[in-house]
């Protein structure tokens, strides 16, 4: 792939109810945007049917099925990212193409059991700029995350698995 941008990122917040923290201590917000380009050229790519993480969502993306190429930015919380990289896994050994944008974690148990055996994977150089309401009440458009990103991409099943 090209440059990378970001994605409008697109955020189905499952724990309605709970007030999420950041790492700061601050009201956790999941709901960050970024650039068209990086979706545009990943959609260009992987024609995207289905986003089981729109922002403001009507459903659950954890509990539906999914479409036969999904783009997946899930929240970052602790809670919720490890559901929908393990429901996109499930998705793929359902023969569906799942491509998510992760924080790139690649000492967890999911990335070595689910990911790097499985997917292709392909960092971002530089931090992703999000863009949305900061704790301050401010939008911004260069709210950079805290972690360097990767598109892991689970696109077909090997034959031996």
């Not at 089981?52 to 809670?79: H, M, Q, V």
Request: hydrophobic content about 35%; aromatic content about 12%.
């Amino acid at each position: 792939m090209g440059e990378y941008g970001i994605l409008k990122v697109r955020y189905l917040i499952i724990n309605k109810g709970k007030e999420m923290k950041n790492r700061d201590g601050l009201e956790n917000n999941n709901n960050w945007a970024t650039p068209d380009y990086l979706y545009e050229e990943l959609n260009a790519e992987f024609n995207f049917d289905f986003d089981p993480c729109p922002l403001n969502a009507t459903f659950d993306g954890l509990t539906c099925e999914w479409g036969k190429s999904n783009f997946i930015n899930p929240p970052y919380d602790r809670t919720n990212k490890p559901k929908f990289i393990q429901k996109a896994y499930d998705e793929w050994k359902k023969g569906k193409k799942c491509v998510l944008l992760l924080p790139s974690a690649t000492g967890t148990k999911q990335f070595h059991e689910l990911i790097l055996p499985n997917a292709e994977i392909r960092f971002i150089k530089g931090r992703v700029a999000f863009k949305g309401v900061n704790t301050k009440g401010e939008y911004v458009t260069t709210k950079k995350g805290k972690h360097d990103s990767m598109i892991v991409i689970f696109n077909t099943i090997n034959s031996n698995m």
